[in-house]
């Protein structure tokens, strides 16, 4: 695969290193999938080949892929491991409206989720991140499935976990089970998955600099109608562009599967691709438009999409999906003929990652820090403002801001509308400052 990728003229490769709250490399957070024959490590072993460049191989980027929330998955007995955090923590499962634990819907029936609205979520999936940076050089870290399980009918009926509803009605002044399409429950679902990769790109900075952060993007139907009126943001609360503007992704890699044959489709594919480019541009960040094969797209269609959507303003790149299933009626794996059309017309000039420069180069820094009541009660929901900027604590008391000026800043803690603490950093270009707040 590596070898492939690299005389195909690739510059990155996304390997999937976790399914279901398990480890496709040495974790010391998750088990092992015993699938991996023993004593193997993929993660190591791809990044040994792929950051080799010994012989004038080129390097390539190795980012890992992680399954967000998902943690149980059928014909996979792993999650009865004890060391599982299935069955350390099934008080984290997310549920539906009805209680149910388990998917029912089409191609995921069997599935089984954590709740993004249980702070003990974040605090985990913060921890399998920092474990593997502990361990792995590897180039980024890419969420996929960070949003709420898709349902039929009207709103979302997942994330009923007894915590985050309870959280919900403590900020809201509510009680009882909100509606799916509750208008504020559905806000506060989208927050969480805000929280997630807000907490998570702002450790990343602190812990390795350099490191990428990435998210699968969701582009379901169209966008003609508004981005707050698609499915990603409105019925699986994935807020993409704006957690992209608040500063929190710096690739944005979105699904954008569409079927070149159906007009309809091949619309939308160029629609997403376009507002994809906008929303890239207006943040100062990568768009990689995500071209897939699978059962979707021949090779000229794949080749169609790329040609239409890889010079639009702000399109950085493309992401072809995936190595085992390159397009519709591919067989044996490599696909030789797909990467030599890959490499011959697309990748004429094999691609170099372009300069990140707000990593490399950066002019701004961020700010984060924890408030709290003591040194032990987190503040869930409190107001934090820095300047004019303002945002919400999440259900472990963490905030950040990113795109600070470097300079002296005031943070200022506001309860219940009430200045209750501040503090003054200094923020240095590149740097992670931290700004504790506590209500003594």
Request: net charge positive; with cysteine; aromatic share 10%.
């Amino acid at each position: 695969m590596v070898e492939t990728a690299r005389s195909a003229g690739y510059n990155a490769l996304i390997v999937q290193v976790r399914k279901a709250c398990d480890a496709y490399y040495n974790s010391g957070v998750e088990p092992k999938n015993p699938a991996v024959a023993p004593g193997f490590d993929p993660l190591a072993h791809i990044i040994a080949r792929a950051h080799d460049t010994s012989g004038g191989r080129r390097r390539l980027e190795v980012h890992a892929w992680l399954v967000a929330y998902r943690c149980r998955i059928p014909h996979d007995d792993l999650y009865r491991d004890p060391r599982h955090v299935y069955s350390r923590h099934p008080e984290w499962l997310n549920q539906m409206f009805n209680g149910e634990k388990v998917d029912s819907g089409g191609d995921q029936a069997g599935r089984y989720y954590l709740d993004p609205g249980v702070p003990a979520v974040v605090d985990y999936n913060l921890e399998v991140v920092r474990d593997l940076l502990s361990r792995y050089k590897v180039d980024g870290i890419h969420f996929d499935y960070i949003r709420y399980p898709e349902t039929e009918g009207a709103g979302n009926k997942w994330g009923y976990n007894p915590v985050a509803v309870q959280r919900f009605n403590t900020q809201y002044g509510r009680t009882g089970k909100p509606d799916p399409a509750d208008a504020e429950w559905c806000e506060f679902r989208r927050k969480q998955i805000y929280f997630m990769l807000r907490r998570v790109y702002a450790h990343v900075r602190a812990w390795r600099p350099q490191v990428k952060v990435s998210a699968a993007l969701i582009t379901w139907g169209e966008i003609n109608r508004g981005f707050e009126r698609s499915s990603a943001y409105a019925h699986v609360m994935q807020d993409w562009a704006g957690i992209a503007e608040a500063g929190f992704l710096d690739l944005l890699i979105p699904m954008n599967y569409k079927r070149e044959g159906v007009p309809a489709q091949a619309r939308a594919h160029r629609e997403w691709a376009a507002f994809l480019g906008e929303t890239a541009q207006r943040c100062g960040r990568f768009g990689i438009n995500g071209v897939d094969g699978e059962s979707l797209n021949t090779l000229p269609d794949i080749l169609a999409q790329i040609r239409a959507t890889r010079g639009l303003p702000g399109i950085s790149g493309i992401a072809t999906y995936c190595y085992a299933q390159t397009r519709r009626g591919s067989g044996k794996v490599p696909d030789t003929e797909f990467f030599e059309a890959i490499r011959t017309q697309v990748f004429r000039q094999p691609a170099e990652p372009p300069e990140a420069l707000w990593l490399t180069q950066p002019r701004l820094g961020l700010v984060k820090g924890v408030a709290s009541r003591g040194e032990r009660q987190p503040l869930d929901a409190a107001t934090v403002r820095l300047g004019e900027r303002e945002t919400l604590t999440d259900g472990s008391g963490f905030y950040a801001f990113a795109h600070v000026e470097p300079g002296r800043h005031t943070v200022r803690l506001l309860v219940n509308g009430r200045l209750a603490h501040e503090a003054t950093v200094e923020v240095t270009a590149g740097r992670v400052t931290e700004a504790p707040l506590a209500i003594r």
